[in-house]
């Protein structure tokens, strides 16, 4: 990432698999990046995979390279084992491996490189954190797109698996597109296995970086690794990665209440803040609270009914992640 010059805009150029950054490694523990001989100038943050969740011995893992000029955070709240995410400014940039669907190591890890995938898109479609990442999926999408009417794809590989599908439902819901196959000369094949060639590696970006036409390069495979590089460029505006200020927050006095503190920030209130701040102004008591969620509770009740939502994801019992409460009120 060492293109960077002091204009408002920058490119910026991310490479995976093999390339400089992101990369997929080779790491036999979560320190060993440490030892790495880097160019000058330049840091890296890497999560090792183990082969087994109570052993330190590690095997391969993930890892980006950044140059030490930018203020890169590392997210250890949204990364895991083959699973690194990065934030700068309102941008996330991610590397990932992520396990084939009928792999018996599944259920090594929880979450789940796929189920992180998963976190990440639920937060892009719920707030403006810009998106980039180079990973491999073992997904394989075809020529199909997350939004046919808006843009189209080409590729060298034409078949479309239950997770590629679930792939592009991700980027439909969170407003991804996948750069393979709609950049001119990203169609070509990633993955070059003894039963076949496929397309399972991915540049996916936010919707709002293809409007200043990213780059992105299938470059040929380095040594003895059976996938091949992806280069991607990618402009990044200036109000994406700007390194604002944190706002200070007004200093309270031990005797002020939050809503007697919250008064004082502002004047005069919109609306909703001060609805907001009369609600958490009253402290109702715990039979109020029950009223308010349950109802009156009467001395002879009604049979209660519990209606639950489960899933089971090739473990041996299913889980429930949702109920519903039927009752007299």
């Known amino acids: 990432m060492e ?24 790491l036999s523990n979560s320190s060993e990046e440490l030892n790495l001989p880097l160019p000058r100038n330049f840091n890296i943050f890497a999560r090792s995979r183990t082969l087994d969740p109570e052993s330190r011995v590690g095997s391969g893992g993930v890892a980006i390279i950044f140059h030490s000029s930018l203020p890169m955070i590392c997210r250890d709240d949204l990364s895991g084992p083959d699973f690194l995410v990065c934030q700068l400014g ?9 396990l084939p669907a009928g792999s018996d190591w599944l259920l090594r890890y929880d979450p789940s490189s796929w189920d992180r995938l998963c976190t990440l898109a639920a937060l892009a479609a719920s707030s403006s954190m810009q ?15 997350s939004d046919p009417e808006t843009y189209q794809r080409v590729s060298a590989d034409r078949t479309v698996c239950a997770r590629g599908r679930a792939l592009l439902d991700l980027c439909k819901t969170a407003h991804w597109r996948i750069a393979n196959g709609f950049l001119p000369d990203s169609s070509d094949l990633t993955s070059h296995q003894h039963n076949g060639a496929s397309v399972v590696d991915y540049a996916i970006l936010s919707e ?8 992105l390069n ?6 003895s690794s059976d996938h091949s590089p992806l280069r991607l460029l990618a ?28 008064w004082e920030v502002t004047e005069n209130p919109p609306p909703l803040d ?56």
């Open 90 to 98: 309102l941008l996330l940039l991610a590397t990932f491996y992520i």
């Open 131 to 145: 998106f980039i990442a180079l990973g491999d999926t073992n997904a394989r999408t075809g020529t199909l797109s």
């Open 218 to 223: 299938i470059l040929p495979r380095v040594g």
């Open 3 to 26: 293109n960077f010059d002091r204009q408002p805009d920058r490119q910026l150029p991310v490479t995976g698999k093999n390339g400089k950054s992101p990369v997929a490694t080779g």
């Open 208 to 215: 709002s970086f293809f409007t200043d036409e990213p780059v």
């Open 274 to 329: 001060t609805l907001f701040r009369e609600a958490i102004a009253c402290t109702p008591s715990d039979l109020e609270l029950s009223s308010a969620l349950y109802g009156t509770a009467a001395p002879s009740p009604c049979p209660l009914f519990v209606h639950t939502c489960g899933r089971a994801r090739s473990l041996p019992a299913p889980s429930a992640i949702a109920a519903v409460f039927v009752g007299p009120n």
């Open 235 to 262: 402009r990044i505006p200036a109000h994406v990665w700007a390194r604002d200020p944190i706002p200070s927050c007004p200093r309270r006095r031990s005797a002020a209440s939050p809503a007697a503190l919250l």
